[in-house]
């Protein structure tokens, strides 16, 4: 054991003048590289390169020694000390400033001038050391939750009716009072780093006791969000549903809960609409690891997307929660983001195909997961689906992904499970919302282009390629479009009309498919499924030339057309058909076509015979197939 004694003002004027040394010897050491013709090593990692790093490593020995010495000396008189048992190592003296720091939050007195300027160190010492990878759990572990909002509901105080309010006794009271929101201010920014930096030490506990006082855990996480950082995901999972079980789906409780105006303000923010959930859900798309914990957790996902009374349109926020947790992270690199993506995509079409129904601000994301597992969509719309939630790995297991795509194709690894009567409901759920057809629509032509391409390449190998191709095209197609028309509809007039509004949902840059090589099919889905999101579909990115190029009540059925004659004509199979060219003699992708020349190939398809015939018809009877017949009343 020994006595560590610290003259603050020498220590303070030492870390200067290192600052100061170190900047001077860098700034004269890049000077004369930049003007020595040679390259010289000692003056990159050489000898002087190497004393300036270990001057700049030494800065935190001196500045943690420096703010405990600040801390401990409560007399103002510039002299601290300490113990140390190890030889005044680094670790030893974090320790020391942490214990420190913790007391003095203990015992800050919110009615004294003096803590108001002790705080102010405090404040900045939690700000400086928020991302320190020991002091943020020291501090927190010592406070304990309990101690966390206690600190939180000291600081309102100091401006509330429930202090003393000596500020307005001062000499200068709004100058305090100025100090005394700027306090708050600093001191939310460095407890909400603190606590997002220490939770990944804590348990769910932790997370359930800051959230028993909404208060405290709303202004917390207002600074975690705009700072742009998280909450580890057991802590944030425990957090979401003791909110979600105090909140009892009436989303008017806080509200009733925080109408005294003192709960309204805190540093800069303004709370006068305070909302638990809605700074719950703001921080939950940070990081995908937050959102999935969020939608991860089935209770908290069936309650953000279906079951919550959306009195304050927080739907549209979960909605983006959602969009993090799934649609983002289904192209992910880190397989357990992918393969978890999977998994809630899948929990969720089962839960909102069943009895639920999903809110209108989850609608569109709804879509969005639909497009991004067009794969699966396909494999199962027929009828061949799975019996319950999971997920699988596509290129595994006996699971190729099919039409020529591998694994360099882009789609996501992992599949999900979903079943023919899920997917229907779910569909005619989110009819009614532009993006969520968008999305759908595209992904099912940008898919059906690539099967018909893989035909028409082995039609010479297999001379029912083709035909089997068209059917399925066909058949998918007339699924989805039926899908997302209402269902309500009982009248085959209104339906026709209907479908062929959904129609212009499926309009894709086709152009950009190769077929020289494998195409990286996943990019273009994922792209366009999420413009639809993130713009909410404004209006279609192509010409939307096959829905206003003819008045044919099947638009979809005469899209599947266009693409397979297009996949003929690019793979120099004779379709009986002229197709126009550009100007750089290339051909026409069906998105860039005319009216006219739209008209043109299926008036004269219609007439041609053989593998275009046989095309022609089985796109038709497909489609017929799995159109539902309406009465026309």
Not at 404 to 422: F, K, Q, T, V, W
Not at 604 to 628: C, H, M, R, Y
Request: hydrophobic share 35%; proline share 3%.
């Amino acid at each position: 054991m020994a006595d560590i004694k610290i003259d603050i003002n020498k220590l303070d004027s030492a870390l200067k003048k290192l600052d100061t040394l170190v900047s001077t010897v860098d700034g004269q050491r890049n000077s004369a590289k930049s003007n020595t013709p040679i390259a010289l090593p000692s003056l990159d990692d050489g000898t002087l390169g190497k004393t300036t790093k270990w001057l700049t490593e030494q800065k935190p020995e001196l500045q943690t020694r420096l703010d405990l010495a600040r801390l401990l000396d409560v007399d103002g008189d510039g002299q601290a000390s300490y113990k140390v048992e190890y030889g005044d190592q680094l670790w030893e003296v974090k320790r020391g400033l942490s214990d420190e720091m913790t007391k003095q939050l203990k015992d800050l007195d919110v009615n004294s001038v003096d803590d108001r300027k002790r705080a102010a160190l405090l404040a900045s010492l939690l700000n400086r050391y928020q991302n320190d990878p020991d002091i943020p759990w020291q501090v927190m572990n010592g406070l304990g939750p309990e101690g966390v909002t206690e600190v939180m509901n000291k600081l309102r105080n100091m401006t509330g009716q429930y202090g003393s309010q000596y500020w307005q006794n001062s000499d200068n009271p709004g100058d305090e009072h100025t100090a005394l929101i700027d306090l708050q201010e600093q001191m939310g920014k460095g407890l909400a780093g603190m606590f997002s930096s220490a939770s990944v030490y804590m348990d769910g506990e932790w997370g359930k006791k800051i959230a028993e006082d909404p208060w405290s855990a709303s202004v917390l996480m207002r600074y975690v969000d705009k700072a742009h950082k998280d909450i580890d995901p057991m802590v944030f999972e425990a957090m979401g549903t003791e909110l979600k079980d105090r909140e009892h789906n009436d989303p008017m409780i806080w509200s009733q809960i925080f109408n005294d105006p003192d709960y309204w303000n805190f540093g800069n923010e303004h709370f006068s609409n305070l909302n638990p959930m809605r700074e719950y859900l703001n921080v939950a798309d940070n990081s995908t690891r937050d959102a999935q914990a969020v939608m991860g957790n089935k209770d908290l996902m069936h309650y953000f997307t279906s079951e919550r009374q959306d009195y304050d349109d927080l739907s549209d926020q979960a909605g983006k929660v959602l969009k993090v947790a799934t649609v983002d992270a289904a192209y992910s690199d880190n397989y357990q983001y992918s393969m978890k993506a999977a998994e809630i995509s899948s929990n969720l079409l089962y839960d909102l195909g069943g009895d639920s129904k999903p809110l209108d601000g989850v609608k569109e994301e709804v879509g969005g997961i639909i497009g991004t597992y067009i794969m699966d969509a396909d494999r199962v719309f027929d009828g061949h689906g799975d019996s319950g939630p999971g997920y699988h790995l596509w290129g595994k297991d006996g699971s190729p992904y099919g039409y020529g795509l591998g694994d360099e194709s882009g789609m996501p690894r992992y599949g999900i499970n979903m079943d023919a009567s899920h997917l229907r409901n779910l569909l005619e759920d989110v009819g009614d919302n532009d993006a969520a057809k968008s999305a759908v629509g595209k992904a099912t032509t940008l898919l059906n282009q690539i099967r018909l391409d893989d035909a028409a390449g082995h039609q010479g190998q297999d001379s029912g390629a083709l035909h089997k191709a068209s059917h399925e095209a066909s058949s998918l197609t007339g699924f989805m479009t039926d899908a997302l028309v209402n269902g309500n509809i009982d009248n085959e007039r209104e339906a026709a009309e209907e479908r062929k509004k959904v129609a212009e949902f499926f309009t894709a840059p086709i152009d950009l498919i190769p077929t020289d090589k494998v195409p990286v099919l996943g990019d273009l889905i994922k792209g366009e499924v999420t413009d639809a999101l993130v713009e909410g579909y404004t209006a279609d990115k192509t010409d939307d030339a096959i829905s206003s190029g003819n008045n044919d009540q099947q638009t979809s059925t005469n899209q599947v057309k266009l693409q397979a004659l297009y996949s003929m004509e690019k793979h120099d199979l004779d379709n009986g058909v002229d197709w126009p060219k550009d100007d750089y003699g290339h051909y026409k992708a069906p998105d860039k076509l005319s009216g006219d020349e739209i008209r043109s190939i299926l008036e004269k398809s219609d007439t041609v015979t053989g593998t275009t015939g046989d095309v022609v018809d089985t796109i038709d009877g497909a489609w017929t197939e799995n159109i539902k017949q309406y009465g026309d009343n």
